[in-house]
C-alpha cells in the first residue's frame, strides 16, 4: 500500500535560520501530495498541494517540488519564523479520495526567539 | 463557515464502556472521513463517506469500531467496549467531493479510556 515516510522530529531551530523537512513516498498510483501544518488543539490544516510531477507548491512562504523521479516532496522554508512552531504533515492521495490521505507520521517543528 | 464541528472534544471513558463521537461536516460538503491520531502511529485512516454512503472502512478495527452517517449534516464513530489502546484523537474531516478538493479537518475529539 502507500506509505509516506519524512523526517523524524523533534526538529529545533532560532528565528531566521533555514527549516527543510524531508518526505519521500511510496506509490503505486499517481497522487497529489500535500503539507499539512497542525497547531495545538487544532486539526491539521491544508498548507499547500501539488498534483502534478515536477511542479512545485508554495505558502506562506514555505514550498516544495513534487519530484517523481526522486519520489520526494521535501518541505523547505528559508527564514523561519517564532510562529512556524508546529507539526507538519506530509501526505499522498488519489484525485478521488477512494482512500483518504496517506500521512507521515508528522515532524514536530519548534523555533525559538 | 463554522468548519468541521466535533463534539465532544474531550470525553473520559471506562474500560468497557461504549464512547460515541459526533462529526458535523461543513454544509454542502459529500464527503466524510474519520481519521485516528496517536503519537506512535501518526493519523491513520478509518474510514470515509461519500454521499452519507460508505465507500470504504479499511482503517477501521472490525469487531468494536463502526462509523453512521444517517444524514447529510452528521456523522458519527461508535466504539463499543472501549480498551486503553482506544485512547486517540479522532478527527473528522470532510470536503466537497470526488476531484482535487481540499479537505478540512475538525479540532478533533480526544478520547481517553481509563
Known amino acids: 500500500g502507500d506509505s509516506v515516510t519524512q523526517t523524524e522530529g523533534p526538529v529545533t531551530l532560532s528565528e531566521g535560520t533555514s527549516l527543510t523537512v524531508n518526505c519521500s513516498y511510496e506509490?503505486?498510483?499517481?497522487?497529489?501530495l500535500f503539507w499539512y501544518v497542525q497547531y495545538p488543539g487544532e486539526g491539521p490544516q491544508l498548507l499547500f498541494k501539488?498534483?502534478?510531477?515536477?511542479e512545485k507548491g508554495s505558502n506562506r512562504g514555505f514550498e516544495a517540488t513534487y519530484n517523481k523521479e526522486a519520489t520526494s516532496f521535501h518541505l523547505q522554508k528559508a527564514s523561519v519564523q517564532e510562529s512556524d512552531s508546529a507539526v507538519y504533515y506530509c501526505?499522498?492521495?488519489?484525485?478521488?479520495?477512494?482512500?483518504?490521505?496517506?500521512f507521515g507520521l508528522g515532524t514536530r517543528v519548534s523555533v525559538f526567539p | 463557515n463554522a468548519g468541521v464541528i466535533q463534539t465532544p472534544r474531550h470525553k473520559v471513558t471506562g474500560k468497557g464502556q461504549e464512547a460515541t463521537l459526533w462529526c458535523e461536516p461543513i454544509?454542502?460538503?459529500?464527503?466524510v472521513f474519520w481519521y485516528r491520531q496517536t503519537i506512535v502511529q501518526g493519523l491513520e485512516f478509518l474510514t470515509y463517506?461519500?454521499?452519507?454512503?460508505?465507500?470504504?472502512d479499511s482503517g477501521m478495527p472490525k469487531e468494536r469500531f463502526s462509523a453512521q452517517m444517517p444524514n447529510q449534516s452528521h456523522s458519527t464513530l461508535k466504539i463499543q467496549s472501549t480498551q486503553p489502546q482506544d485512547s486517540a484523537v479522532y478527527l473528522c474531516?470532510?470536503?466537497?467531493?470526488?476531484?482535487?478538493?481540499?479537505?478540512?479537518f475538525g479540532k478533533g475529539t480526544r478520547l481517553t479510556v481509563v
Open positions: 506509490t503505486k498510483q499517481y497522487p497529489t
Open positions: 501526505a499522498l492521495g488519489e484525485n478521488n479520495y477512494a482512500q483518504g490521505l496517506t
Open positions: 474531516a470532510s470536503s466537497g467531493g470526488q476531484g482535487n478538493t481540499e479537505v478540512f
Open positions: 501539488v498534483p502534478k510531477a515536477n
Open positions: 463517506f461519500r454521499n452519507q454512503a460508505p465507500i470504504d
Open positions: 454544509s454542502g460538503h459529500s464527503a
